[in-house]
């Protein structure tokens, strides 16, 4: 192989970087993306009426009536969101939130085998279908700390569907409270 035939190569080696890196530099300026305004996302949260008064709410109809007409299919069907963290059968134990087996009527932070939040200990009391329903609205507003990350159900007719569906999860399901007449 002579001169010629090495120089033939590496002139061949060499346009070839230079014709990737014209092409890399070309479509570098061609495609440049615009950088956003303000980086990242605004994520609004709606707090409590925090110093001011509260947003205007379309009227909502006490639970009590919702659970004349609750149904468990519905409630069944609401509660897939609830699916992950929790089992609903009997004996199954907890997950990453405890078994809801039986939930309504037995006493906060009670199942066996889960570790409770400090807040959710400190809550006390029984989780009646009224205590549900508050919880369930909110969680983090109706009990400050909770480890439950979940944001809530802020439809009336689904909580009520769902709370019927929890009551029926039992061998001794207790009465739900019906409106005053």
């Not at 509660?79 to 004996?91: P, R, T």
Request: proline residues 7%; charged residues 15%.
């Amino acid at each position: 192989m002579d001169f010629f035939e090495l120089n033939k190569i590496a002139g061949a080696v060499l346009g070839t970087l230079a014709l990737t890196l014209g092409l890399g530099i070309a479509s570098q300026i061609l495609f440049t993306p615009e950088a956003p305004a303000k980086p990242g996302f605004d994520i609004v949260v709606q707090e409590g009426a925090a110093g001011g008064a509260a947003p205007a709410k379309a009227a909502e109809v006490p639970i009590e009536q919702l659970f004349a007409t609750a149904s468990v299919e519905k409630g069944a069907a609401v509660a897939k969101k609830c699916a992950a963290c929790h089992n609903f059968q009997e004996g199954a134990g907890a997950k990453v939130g405890p078994d809801l087996y039986g939930v309504v009527g037995r006493p906060v932070a009670s199942a066996a085998g889960f570790a409770y939040s400090a807040a959710m200990k400190a809550k006390g009391g029984d989780w009646t279908a009224l205590a549900l329903n508050t919880f369930l609205t909110s969680p983090k507003t109706a009990v400050p700390g909770t480890a439950m990350a979940f944001a809530g159900i802020p439809k009336e007719a689904e909580r009520a569907d769902l709370i019927a569906y929890l009551n029926s999860l039992s061998h001794d399901p207790k009465p739900l409270p019906t409106a005053a007449k």
